[in-house]
């Protein structure tokens, strides 16, 4: 067992420059650490710089569920003389820090072990190309924390393409046998699970793959960070499920094409980041008159405009719930980790065929790029088709008034049947209409669907709610904040009741109501300036939060810094 006094939470940092191969390095590290039965959460941090800039992985790992990273280091893998000098400050006692030709005396900390490798020695005599000194890093850290070397060649194996893979295997066992000439282990030894069922996935991967599971046929997208890797990751999967995956020129080109194919019948489901979403909002309007499903996975990042490109917040709730002009219904869905990702995508998917309205799953940086452990049970996803018609007897009506608001829909080239698709306000038929009484009906009938969607609300988990069920503090939040105040919420001197909100369109009133019962004291954890979420609980329910912990710089929130801030406010 690991002695340390962050509740054995171990934590590795790898950095260097753009083109080090930072984030394989760390994924690749992280999926021996999942494999082998440790809980693992990892983050990425990098600039917004083609070239150059300090990048960096931040791998945590324990028996037991890491929520989130902790910021104390205990190894540094320094592939940058900046990399030492940026991280020394967060080095925890007896941490070791692996770097080539860094001197000892600009090391102003004692209990530090610097441990060189050599990594330039490494490259010359393997040939290899600099990226893949990496490799001998993970070898090394093989050695130091008793990892399973043929664990680490095996995804290796899986990782590299053939040209690179025999350097990068090398490497790896030349970083290994470096530290097992000296013998240089550190710690004792690390205890873990002997099973571990669950794997290492991020939030953009585990929202693709739900949407897999949910049917889907095609995904458009126009690269923007942060949402760009679910792109990545379907178009590498097209084969595999029958997929088509397309880069159109712009955003506003992904969302009028996705529209088209919806329109014929196919699932499909759009990506971007806010600035990207911002493009799309008269076609965003145009799905929601013309009642055309579509899935919309919008991944948050620090703006305005610009803005700070590659970090996260979460500014845009506001933005994507008043989003398009005009009235019309949405449904929008924040999850916080990627098993919650996961569900949403399945979920929007099915959703937006069932009401015939778009589905906008609203992600940020951290939830879309950083990887965790966790359980993806695509058997439990049932592909739900609203309410198709496989033939048309006589008059077909593409906007008939029902009940619940959702017309019987067909497709394209069903015999008898005329299919109409108008952005303009429109009859039953899909004829364009400026009566006064169609007009009103015709909203009427698209606002029903909100109505429906609260009357089958319970079937999903609209809010959760963990901690003190008894507690008269409560903590609410919303998206990625979850992650971090579950970890916080192991440094808190009172028991809270952890309130977190997953729909925020339709706004589960009831069920968030019923959450608060008994609550005294409420404090609000926002990455926002604005406190949006906060004034969204008040408008919807009356609820208001006694405190408010904002962060708006654009870094998330550390574990142990918010949890002291909480220890203050708790009654």
């Known amino acids: 067992m690991i002695e340390h006094n962050h509740n054995s939470i171990f934590t590795i940092v790898i950095g260097g420059a753009a083109g080090d191969g930072i984030r394989e390095a760390g994924n690749n590290l992280g999926q021996i650490l999942a ?22 992985a931040r791998i945590s790992f324990s028996n037991e569920k890491v929520f989130y990273d902790n910021s104390h280091i205990d190894a540094l893998i320094a592939l940058t003389d900046e990399t030492v000098l940026r991280h020394l400050p967060k080095l925890s006692k007896n941490a070791v820090i692996f770097t080539e030709n860094y001197e000892k005396e600009k090391i102003e900390r004692q209990n530090v072990t610097l441990v060189n490798l050599p990594f330039s020695d490494f490259i010359k005599n393997t040939k290899a190309p600099v990226i893949a000194r990496s490799s001998a890093a993970l070898g090394a850290m093989c050695y130091l924390l008793d990892l399973p070397l043929n ?10 393409q053939e040209k690179s893979l025999e350097s990068n295997i090398t490497l790896a066992k030349l970083g290994y046998e470096h530290l097992e000439k000296i013998n240089f282990r550190h710690w004792k030894e690390i205890k873990r699970d002997k099973i571990n069922t669950k794997e290492l996935v991020d939030g953009n991967t585990a929202l693709a793959r739900g949407l897999i599971a949910a049917g889907l046929k095609f995904y458009i997208a126009y690269p923007m960070t942060p949402s760009t890797s679910i792109l990545h990751f379907l178009a590498k999967k097209q084969k595999d499920f029958n997929i088509k995956v397309i880069q159109p020129e712009n955003e506003i080109a992904v969302i009028n094409m996705a529209l ?30 013309s009642e055309i499903p579509i899935v919309i996975a919008v991944s948050q990042r620090q703006g305005p405009a610009t803005g700070v490109p590659t970090h996260s917040s979460q500014t845009d709730l506001r933005f994507v719930l008043h989003a398009g002009h005009g009235e019309f219904p949405r449904i929008v869905m924040a999850p916080g980790d990627p098993e919650e990702a996961f569900q949403c995508g399945a979920y929007a998917l099915n959703l937006a065929w069932q009401y015939q309205l778009p589905v906008v799953v609203l992600l940020d940086k951290h939830v879309s790029e950083n990887l965790t452990t966790g359980i993806l049970n695509a058997d439990s996803i049932k592909i739900e088709r609203g309410k198709p018609l496989e033939k048309i007897d006589n008059h077909y009506s593409r906007y008939l008034f ?3 608001g959702v017309s019987p829909i067909v497709f394209p080239g069903t015999p008898n049947a005329s299919v109409k698709s108008n952005s303009y306000e429109h009859d039953e038929d899909g004829i364009a209409t400026e009566d006064l009484d169609i007009i009103k009906k015709m909203q009427n009938k698209r606002f029903k669907k909100g109505e429906s969607i609260l009357k089958e609300i319970e079937k999903y988990e609209t809010v959760k709610v963990y901690g003190d069920q008894k507690s008269k503090n409560a903590i609410i939040f919303w998206g990625s904040t979850k992650t971090v105040v579950l970890e916080a919420n192991k440094y808190l001197n009172k028991k809270a009741k952890l309130i977190q909100v997953l729909w925020m369109e339709p706004f589960d009133v009831k069920r968030i109501s019923a959450a608060f019962n008994g609550v005294k004291n ?14 969204l609980l008040r408008e919807k329910t009356g609820i208001e939060a006694n405190e408010k912990i904002l962060a708006y710089d654009s870094r998330p929130f550390e574990p142990i810094e918010l949890a002291e801030e909480l220890n203050k406010l708790l009654k």
């Not at 664990?151 to 590299?160: G, P, Q, T």
């Not at 409420?522 to 949006?532: F, G, K, Y």
């Open 151 to 160: 664990e680490m060649l095996n995804i290796l194996h899986k990782v590299f």
């Open 402 to 404: 029902t009940e619940g």
């Open 522 to 535: 409420i404090i609000s954890i926002e990455s926002n300036h604005n406190a949006q979420f906060t004034g």
């Open 35 to 56: 494999k082998i039965g440790y809980e693992v959460f990892i983050s990425f941090k990098y600039p917004s710089l083609i070239r150059g800039g300090h990048n960096y």
């Open 260 to 289: 088209g194919i919806a329109y014929t019948g196919e699932r499909v489901a759009i990506g971007t980041a806010t600035g990207g979403f911002a493009l799309m909002q008269e076609a965003f309007s145009l799905a929601g008159i």
